[in-house]
Protein backbone atom coordinates (compact mmCIF):
# COMPACT_ATOMS: atom_id res chain seq x y z
CA UNK A 1 0.00 0.00 0.00
CA UNK A 2 1.46 3.29 -0.80
CA UNK A 3 2.27 5.62 2.58
CA UNK A 4 -0.93 7.44 4.31
CA UNK A 5 0.51 11.08 3.76
CA UNK A 6 -2.23 13.86 3.78
CA UNK A 7 -2.72 17.02 1.72
CA UNK A 8 -0.41 19.17 3.66
CA UNK A 9 2.36 16.43 3.58
CA UNK A 10 1.78 14.48 6.86
CA UNK A 11 3.02 11.45 6.84
CA UNK A 12 0.85 9.60 9.83
CA UNK A 13 2.76 7.20 11.60
CA UNK A 14 0.79 6.67 14.70
CA UNK A 15 -2.86 5.30 15.30
CA UNK A 16 -4.36 5.33 18.70
CA UNK A 17 -7.12 2.78 18.89
CA UNK A 18 -10.02 2.56 21.18
CA UNK A 19 -10.65 -0.45 22.43
CA UNK A 20 -14.19 0.00 24.27
CA UNK A 21 -15.91 3.42 25.53
CA UNK A 22 -16.97 1.79 29.03
CA UNK A 23 -14.80 3.10 31.97
CA UNK A 24 -15.18 2.31 35.75
CA UNK A 25 -14.76 6.34 36.24
CA UNK A 26 -16.38 8.98 36.34
CA UNK A 27 -13.84 12.00 36.28
CA UNK A 28 -16.29 15.28 36.35
CA UNK A 29 -15.14 16.74 32.94
CA UNK A 30 -14.80 13.13 31.20
CA UNK A 31 -17.94 11.18 31.94
CA UNK A 32 -21.82 11.49 33.02
CA UNK A 33 -22.45 8.96 35.65
CA UNK A 34 -25.53 7.91 33.71
CA UNK A 35 -23.50 6.97 30.33
CA UNK A 36 -24.77 4.46 28.05
CA UNK A 37 -22.55 2.28 26.65
CA UNK A 38 -21.99 0.94 23.38
CA UNK A 39 -23.80 -2.01 22.92
CA UNK A 40 -21.19 -5.16 22.43
CA UNK A 41 -21.43 -5.84 18.58
CA UNK A 42 -21.12 -2.50 17.76
CA UNK A 43 -17.53 -3.02 18.77
CA UNK A 44 -14.93 -4.08 16.92
CA UNK A 45 -13.72 -7.59 17.58
CA UNK A 46 -9.69 -8.70 18.32
CA UNK A 47 -10.24 -9.94 14.68
CA UNK A 48 -11.40 -7.32 12.93
CA UNK A 49 -8.70 -4.46 14.75
CA UNK A 50 -5.65 -7.21 13.91
CA UNK A 51 -7.19 -6.69 10.23
CA UNK A 52 -7.39 -2.99 10.48
CA UNK A 53 -4.13 -2.61 12.42
CA UNK A 54 -1.81 -5.01 9.83
CA UNK A 55 -3.59 -2.52 6.85
CA UNK A 56 -2.24 0.41 9.04
CA UNK A 57 1.04 -0.77 9.15
CA UNK A 58 1.18 -1.66 5.65
CA UNK A 59 0.19 2.19 4.80
CA UNK A 60 3.09 3.51 7.24
CA UNK A 61 1.40 3.37 10.78
CA UNK A 62 4.76 2.68 13.20
CA UNK A 63 3.37 3.63 17.06
CA UNK A 64 0.10 1.99 18.35
CA UNK A 65 -1.37 2.95 21.20
CA UNK A 66 -4.62 1.51 22.95
CA UNK A 67 -6.67 3.51 24.45
CA UNK A 68 -10.75 3.80 25.43
CA UNK A 69 -13.08 4.51 27.42
CA UNK A 70 -10.67 2.31 30.16
CA UNK A 71 -8.97 -0.46 27.63
CA UNK A 72 -8.22 -2.90 30.46
CA UNK A 73 -11.55 -3.44 31.05
CA UNK A 74 -12.09 -4.80 27.65
CA UNK A 75 -12.53 -8.54 28.11
CA UNK A 76 -9.15 -10.92 27.38
CA UNK A 77 -7.23 -7.65 26.53
CA UNK A 78 -3.49 -9.56 26.80
CA UNK A 79 -4.93 -11.44 24.25
CA UNK A 80 -5.29 -8.64 22.03
CA UNK A 81 -2.33 -7.81 22.59
CA UNK A 82 -0.31 -10.48 21.86
CA UNK A 83 -2.02 -10.44 18.50
CA UNK A 84 -1.09 -7.41 17.87
CA UNK A 85 2.49 -7.28 19.31
CA UNK A 86 3.35 -10.15 16.53
CA UNK A 87 2.45 -7.31 13.90
CA UNK A 88 5.75 -7.18 11.73
CA UNK A 89 6.49 -3.46 11.66
CA UNK A 90 5.01 -1.95 14.39
CA UNK A 91 8.00 -0.11 16.25
CA UNK A 92 5.60 0.87 19.18
CA UNK A 93 2.90 -0.61 21.35
CA UNK A 94 1.75 0.88 24.14
CA UNK A 95 -1.63 1.56 26.25
CA UNK A 96 -3.07 4.43 27.99
CA UNK A 97 -5.28 3.85 30.98
CA UNK A 98 -6.33 4.65 34.45
CA UNK A 99 -4.60 1.71 36.00
CA UNK A 100 -7.74 1.20 38.26
CA UNK A 101 -7.28 -3.00 36.94
CA UNK A 102 -3.46 -2.64 36.18
CA UNK A 103 -2.30 -4.47 39.38
CA UNK A 104 -4.01 -7.80 37.90
CA UNK A 105 -3.01 -6.86 34.33
CA UNK A 106 -0.05 -5.61 34.49
CA UNK A 107 1.66 -8.86 34.58
CA UNK A 108 0.13 -10.42 31.80
CA UNK A 109 -0.12 -7.56 29.33
CA UNK A 110 3.35 -7.40 29.88
CA UNK A 111 4.11 -11.29 28.77
CA UNK A 112 1.60 -10.44 26.06
CA UNK A 113 4.21 -8.21 24.67
CA UNK A 114 3.43 -4.23 25.58
CA UNK A 115 6.00 -2.51 26.47
CA UNK A 116 4.52 0.74 28.14
CA UNK A 117 2.00 2.43 29.55
CA UNK A 118 0.55 5.80 29.99
CA UNK A 119 -1.17 6.08 33.40
CA UNK A 120 -4.02 8.72 33.55
CA UNK A 121 -3.62 10.54 37.30
CA UNK A 122 -5.24 13.92 37.85
CA UNK A 123 -4.21 13.84 41.69
CA UNK A 124 -2.06 12.61 44.12
CA UNK A 125 -4.36 12.96 47.40
CA UNK A 126 -6.73 10.28 48.17
CA UNK A 127 -9.83 12.47 48.95
CA UNK A 128 -9.55 15.06 45.76
CA UNK A 129 -8.53 12.23 43.63
CA UNK A 130 -12.18 10.82 44.75
CA UNK A 131 -13.39 14.16 44.02
CA UNK A 132 -12.28 14.64 40.14
CA UNK A 133 -13.10 10.56 39.62
CA UNK A 134 -16.40 10.46 41.89
CA UNK A 135 -14.95 6.86 42.43
CA UNK A 136 -12.47 6.39 45.94
CA UNK A 137 -9.93 4.36 44.04
CA UNK A 138 -6.33 5.99 44.76
CA UNK A 139 -4.98 3.32 46.34
CA UNK A 140 -5.73 1.29 43.80
CA UNK A 141 -4.28 3.06 41.07
CA UNK A 142 -1.16 3.53 43.03
CA UNK A 143 -0.73 -0.19 43.26
CA UNK A 144 -1.64 -0.79 39.33
CA UNK A 145 1.49 1.59 39.03
CA UNK A 146 3.46 0.00 41.28
CA UNK A 147 2.16 -3.80 39.47
CA UNK A 148 3.55 -1.73 35.87
CA UNK A 149 7.22 -0.89 37.55
CA UNK A 150 7.62 -4.17 38.63
CA UNK A 151 6.20 -5.72 35.45
CA UNK A 152 9.12 -3.89 33.00
CA UNK A 153 6.50 -2.10 31.59
CA UNK A 154 9.04 1.60 31.67
CA UNK A 155 9.30 4.00 31.29
CA UNK A 156 5.98 4.75 33.09
CA UNK A 157 4.35 8.24 32.03
CA UNK A 158 2.08 9.60 34.20
CA UNK A 159 -0.93 11.66 32.44
CA UNK A 160 -1.92 14.67 34.13
CA UNK A 161 -5.00 16.58 33.10
CA UNK A 162 -4.95 20.33 34.26
CA UNK A 163 -7.63 22.12 35.45
CA UNK A 164 -7.57 25.30 37.58
CA UNK A 165 -8.69 25.60 40.66
CA UNK A 166 -9.14 21.73 40.86
CA UNK A 167 -4.92 20.21 40.62
CA UNK A 168 -3.02 23.15 39.54
CA UNK A 169 -1.74 23.73 42.36
CA UNK A 170 -0.08 20.09 42.76
CA UNK A 171 1.84 20.52 39.78
CA UNK A 172 5.63 20.65 42.22
CA UNK A 173 4.10 17.17 44.15
CA UNK A 174 3.82 15.47 40.57
CA UNK A 175 7.50 16.48 39.53
CA UNK A 176 8.75 15.55 43.18
CA UNK A 177 7.00 12.08 42.72
CA UNK A 178 9.15 12.28 39.26
CA UNK A 179 12.28 12.59 40.31
CA UNK A 180 11.51 10.04 43.65
CA UNK A 181 10.09 7.49 41.15
CA UNK A 182 12.23 8.19 37.83
CA UNK A 183 8.61 8.81 36.61
CA UNK A 184 8.00 10.88 33.48
CA UNK A 185 4.87 13.28 33.94
CA UNK A 186 3.16 14.88 31.26
CA UNK A 187 0.52 17.71 32.25
CA UNK A 188 -2.20 18.20 29.73
CA UNK A 189 -3.99 21.30 28.90
CA UNK A 190 -7.92 20.56 29.43
CA UNK A 191 -9.26 20.61 25.95
CA UNK A 192 -13.19 21.17 25.12
CA UNK A 193 -14.00 18.01 24.34
CA UNK A 194 -15.71 17.85 27.86
CA UNK A 195 -18.53 16.11 29.09
CA UNK A 196 -20.94 19.55 29.99
CA UNK A 197 -19.86 23.13 29.24
CA UNK A 198 -16.97 23.23 31.37
CA UNK A 199 -13.73 24.34 29.58
CA UNK A 200 -13.43 28.09 29.55
CA UNK A 201 -9.99 30.12 29.27
CA UNK A 202 -10.82 30.18 33.28
CA UNK A 203 -10.06 26.51 33.49
CA UNK A 204 -7.29 26.25 31.54
CA UNK A 205 -3.69 26.64 32.87
CA UNK A 206 -1.01 27.48 30.07
CA UNK A 207 1.91 24.80 30.28
CA UNK A 208 4.22 27.53 30.48
CA UNK A 209 2.64 28.41 34.11
CA UNK A 210 3.21 25.14 35.66
CA UNK A 211 6.67 24.80 34.17
CA UNK A 212 7.60 28.31 36.24
CA UNK A 213 6.16 27.02 39.59
CA UNK A 214 7.43 23.50 38.86
CA UNK A 215 10.84 25.65 38.19
CA UNK A 216 10.91 27.63 41.64
CA UNK A 217 10.91 24.44 43.89
CA UNK A 218 13.02 22.24 41.30
CA UNK A 219 15.41 24.15 38.36
CA UNK A 220 14.59 22.64 34.98
CA UNK A 221 16.27 22.41 31.86
CA UNK A 222 15.42 21.26 28.31
CA UNK A 223 15.61 18.00 27.90
CA UNK A 224 18.58 17.52 25.20
CA UNK A 225 17.00 14.20 24.10
CA UNK A 226 12.81 15.85 23.33
CA UNK A 227 11.87 14.05 20.01
CA UNK A 228 11.30 17.14 18.25
CA UNK A 229 7.70 15.94 16.78
CA UNK A 230 6.75 14.64 19.74
CA UNK A 231 3.71 16.91 21.20
CA UNK A 232 5.22 17.24 24.54
CA UNK A 233 7.68 19.81 25.53
CA UNK A 234 10.00 17.89 27.62
CA UNK A 235 12.42 19.07 30.37
CA UNK A 236 14.38 17.20 32.75
CA UNK A 237 16.18 18.56 36.78
CA UNK A 238 19.19 20.50 36.35
CA UNK A 239 20.54 18.63 39.50
CA UNK A 240 20.45 15.59 37.50
CA UNK A 241 17.52 13.71 39.54
CA UNK A 242 16.07 11.32 37.55
CA UNK A 243 12.31 11.46 35.54
CA UNK A 244 11.06 14.37 33.67
CA UNK A 245 8.70 16.85 33.08
CA UNK A 246 6.38 17.36 30.15
CA UNK A 247 3.71 19.94 29.30
CA UNK A 248 1.67 18.97 26.00
CA UNK A 249 -0.21 22.35 25.33
CA UNK A 250 -2.54 21.34 22.38
CA UNK A 251 -4.54 24.99 23.39
CA UNK A 252 -1.72 27.54 23.76
CA UNK A 253 0.67 26.13 21.83
CA UNK A 254 -0.64 23.62 19.45
CA UNK A 255 1.33 20.90 17.36
CA UNK A 256 -1.03 20.25 14.67
CA UNK A 257 1.12 21.20 11.97
CA UNK A 258 3.56 18.34 12.95
CA UNK A 259 0.52 16.12 13.70
CA UNK A 260 1.14 12.26 12.66
CA UNK A 261 -1.78 10.70 13.82
CA UNK A 262 -5.30 9.34 13.09
CA UNK A 263 -7.80 7.32 15.51
CA UNK A 264 -9.83 4.58 15.75
CA UNK A 265 -13.05 4.77 18.10
CA UNK A 266 -13.68 1.71 19.66
CA UNK A 267 -16.89 1.09 16.98
CA UNK A 268 -14.71 1.72 13.88
CA UNK A 269 -14.67 5.11 13.21
CA UNK A 270 -11.76 6.69 11.93
CA UNK A 271 -11.26 10.30 13.25
CA UNK A 272 -8.39 12.47 11.72
CA UNK A 273 -8.19 14.93 14.77
CA UNK A 274 -9.47 15.13 17.93
CA UNK A 275 -11.33 17.84 16.86
CA UNK A 276 -12.87 16.05 13.72
CA UNK A 277 -16.47 17.05 12.86
CA UNK A 278 -16.60 13.78 10.52
CA UNK A 279 -16.21 10.33 10.78
CA UNK A 280 -15.25 7.60 8.42
CA UNK A 281 -16.73 4.55 9.25
CA UNK A 282 -14.02 1.82 8.75
CA UNK A 283 -15.60 -0.86 10.26
CA UNK A 284 -19.39 -0.51 8.89
CA UNK A 285 -17.33 -0.66 5.39
CA UNK A 286 -15.58 -4.14 6.74
CA UNK A 287 -18.47 -5.85 7.57
CA UNK A 288 -20.17 -5.23 4.46
CA UNK A 289 -17.55 -7.46 3.17
CA UNK A 290 -14.69 -4.92 1.84
CA UNK A 291 -11.44 -6.16 0.14
CA UNK A 292 -8.27 -5.45 1.34
CA UNK A 293 -7.83 -2.89 -1.03
CA UNK A 294 -10.98 -1.39 -0.88
CA UNK A 295 -10.51 -0.80 3.21
CA UNK A 296 -6.91 0.65 1.90
CA UNK A 297 -8.82 3.18 -0.02
CA UNK A 298 -11.14 4.52 2.87
CA UNK A 299 -7.79 4.87 5.01
CA UNK A 300 -6.24 7.06 1.83
CA UNK A 301 -9.62 8.75 1.78
CA UNK A 302 -10.04 9.62 5.48
CA UNK A 303 -6.17 10.72 5.77
CA UNK A 304 -6.89 13.04 2.76
CA UNK A 305 -9.67 15.16 4.49
CA UNK A 306 -7.11 15.23 8.28
CA UNK A 307 -7.85 18.53 9.26
CA UNK A 308 -4.79 21.56 8.96
CA UNK A 309 -5.55 22.27 12.34
CA UNK A 310 -7.80 22.71 15.63
CA UNK A 311 -9.74 25.98 15.63
CA UNK A 312 -10.09 26.11 19.58
CA UNK A 313 -8.32 29.65 19.91
CA UNK A 314 -9.21 31.51 16.47
CA UNK A 315 -13.78 32.20 17.03
CA UNK A 316 -14.61 29.27 14.11
CA UNK A 317 -14.19 26.55 16.56
CA UNK A 318 -17.01 24.19 16.89
CA UNK A 319 -17.12 21.63 19.40
CA UNK A 320 -17.21 17.92 18.68
CA UNK A 321 -20.51 15.83 19.40
CA UNK A 322 -17.80 12.64 20.63
CA UNK A 323 -16.52 13.44 24.25
CA UNK A 324 -13.01 12.28 25.56
CA UNK A 325 -14.34 8.69 26.31
CA UNK A 326 -15.93 8.16 23.21
CA UNK A 327 -13.17 9.29 21.10
CA UNK A 328 -10.29 7.47 22.65
CA UNK A 329 -7.70 9.70 24.52
N1 LIG B 1 -9.21 5.47 30.54
C1 LIG B 1 -7.94 5.72 29.93
C2 LIG B 1 -7.16 6.71 30.75
O1 LIG B 1 -7.67 7.15 31.78
O2 LIG B 1 -6.02 7.01 30.38
C3 LIG B 1 -7.97 6.16 28.48
C4 LIG B 1 -9.04 7.10 28.03
S1 LIG B 1 -9.05 8.70 28.79
C5 LIG B 1 -10.39 9.47 27.91
C6 LIG B 1 -7.57 9.41 28.14
C7 LIG B 1 -7.15 10.72 28.69
O3 LIG B 1 -7.96 11.76 28.19
C8 LIG B 1 -7.20 10.83 30.20
O4 LIG B 1 -5.91 11.23 30.64
C9 LIG B 1 -8.20 11.93 30.43
O5 LIG B 1 -7.89 12.68 31.58
C10 LIG B 1 -8.00 12.75 29.17
N2 LIG B 1 -9.09 13.69 28.89
C11 LIG B 1 -10.42 13.48 28.95
N3 LIG B 1 -11.10 14.61 28.65
C12 LIG B 1 -10.16 15.56 28.42
C13 LIG B 1 -10.22 16.95 28.08
N4 LIG B 1 -11.38 17.58 27.90
N5 LIG B 1 -9.05 17.61 27.91
C14 LIG B 1 -7.85 16.97 28.08
N6 LIG B 1 -7.74 15.68 28.39
C15 LIG B 1 -8.87 14.99 28.57
Not at 209 to 226: G, Y
Request: aromatic share 6%; charged share 30%.
Amino acid sequence: MPPLVDRYDRRIGSLRLSVTDRCDLRCFYCIPEDIEWLPRKALMSFEEIERVVRLAVAGGIRRLRLTGGEPLLRKDLPRLVEKLARVEGLDDLALTTNATQLERLAGPLARAGLERVNVSLDSLDPARFHELTRRDVHAQVMRGIDAAEAAGLQPISLNCVVIRGRNDDEAPDFAGLARERGFDVRFIEFMPLEHGARWGTDVLVPGYELRERIDAVFPLRPDPERDPHAPSRDWVFADGAPGSVGFIDSVTEPFCSACNRIRLTADGKIRTCLFSLREHDLLGTLRAGASDEELAALLHGAVATKELKHNITDGLFIKPERTMSRIGG
